[in-house]
């Protein structure tokens, strides 16, 4: 009688040396799997079938501290965001050839339809470009105070997006999603690191004197995300809401009372702790008690001094500017104070091209003329003392808008048409290399040629300088293994120190 396959395979389970060593053998795969799980070693990294772990949160401190992935350089994020697509040709990206071409066709771009309509010639930056600081990168004169801290600066000069539309753009910057609904790249930073000052934010979301981007608070939104990682939105002209105590309740009624009702609170979670829903309204509730005093303290600017005031332009004739100043001076005053990601924004949504933004389609010599001194004396006080307190030593500046403009003239204009292909951001700061630029787009600036990226790409690294893996960085909503770089994304190496 033959004998049966199962019985042929387990024959060695009946030898007593063998089934020792395979037991031996066995239980030592078994630690080894332990030891690299914990690691995030088990799977080679592009494997996408492991499930990664999500980020341990306590419901009843949804913003307490968390370690990162793995040491990180960067604590702290600065984002300026200057809203309405910034023309990389008329700021930061040199074209030689647009001077030497200046008002001739784009060879190829013959009929050329980009979002407004049908593009004219060729044309040369208003501005003058000059070399700055030891390094001799070309910046414009545009910005001039910037451009002196061009040293600081590490440029990626080839980043592409998906979209030429305003409100997507934002979105896309913002979330790495087109469409509203996905947590915003602040919400997640606060979401795997926390904060390490429990009396502020962990992220504030900081909108321009004239007003909100285009798509307002869904550039700083949770998304799916619990709602304790919201950004918390006001500026310095715009305190925080509904932090007073009315003057018809005392001091110690209003303490008295918020003690009973954390020890309602404290019952009512233990017979349902699960209640997540409930954990955080605890939390932002407390929250706000403890920013009654610490964010009037933050936001109050009398409190530097006067040539502080001044570099960040608060003497400034222009009110615009001035006030623009006063936003930048709080974005540092909530950095110093450990507030983990600060989004400040430069320029407004507004019906009427280049009103309130840097939307240049129609005149974009006047309207640049009148934003750039907005942004440029503020921002660049704020790089430079930054750098002088020594927060540049622990803190990713970044600087973007949500797509480039066109080499060309829009026909029948003086201004340039909307141009995802090629654009320019900057970092700063913790974790990326000075005095330098990574990629280019062609000899026009039309279109992205070298070491071409994605916002996923500057996503990724924006997290990995913050010592997190972008692909590790989950959560779990309706069933889909969610992150801000969806499914896409490299880390740009080339940038890192």
Known sequence: MSQRPSIILGRHLLDRR???????????????????????????????????PQPTTEPINPVAPRPPHFPGKAKRVLHIFCTGAVSHLDTWDYKPELLRRNGQPMPGGEKLITFQGENGNLARSPWKFKQRGQSGKYVSDLLPHLAELADEMCFVHSLTSKTNTHGPGEMFMSTGFTLEGFPSMGAWVSYALGTE????????????????????????????????????????????????????????????????????????????????ELSARIAAYELAGRMQSSAPEAGDLSRESPATQRLYGLDDPNPLTAAFGRNCLLARRLLERGVRFVTLFNGAFAMGEGVLNWDGHRRIESDYNRHGPILDRPAAGLLADLKKRGLLDDTLVVWTTEFGRMPTFQKGTKGRDHNPKGFTAWLAGAGVKRAYSHGATDEFGHRAVEKVVDVHDFHATILHVLGLDHKRLTYNNNGTSRRLTDVHGHVIRDVLV
């Open 197 to 276: 000052d429990q009396d502020l934010p962990a992220y504030v979301a900081i909108p321009d004197p004239r007003g909100d981007p285009q798509q307002g608070p869904a550039n700083w939104t949770n998304g799916f995300l619990p709602a304790a990682y919201q950004g918390t939105s006001f500026n310095a002209s715009r305190p925080i809401s509904h932090l007073e105590r009315p003057a018809s309740i005392q001091p110690g009624d209003d303490a008295a009372t918020r003690d009973f009702l954390r020890l309602l609170n404290d019952e009512h979670l233990k017979r349902n702790p699960g209640d997540t």
């Open 18 to 52: 063998g089934f020792l060593g395979h037991m031996a053998s066995g239980m030592g795969g078994i630690a080894l799997s332990a030891i690299l799980a914990e690691q995030g070693l088990l799977a080679a990294e592009g494997d996408r079938t492991k499930k990664a």
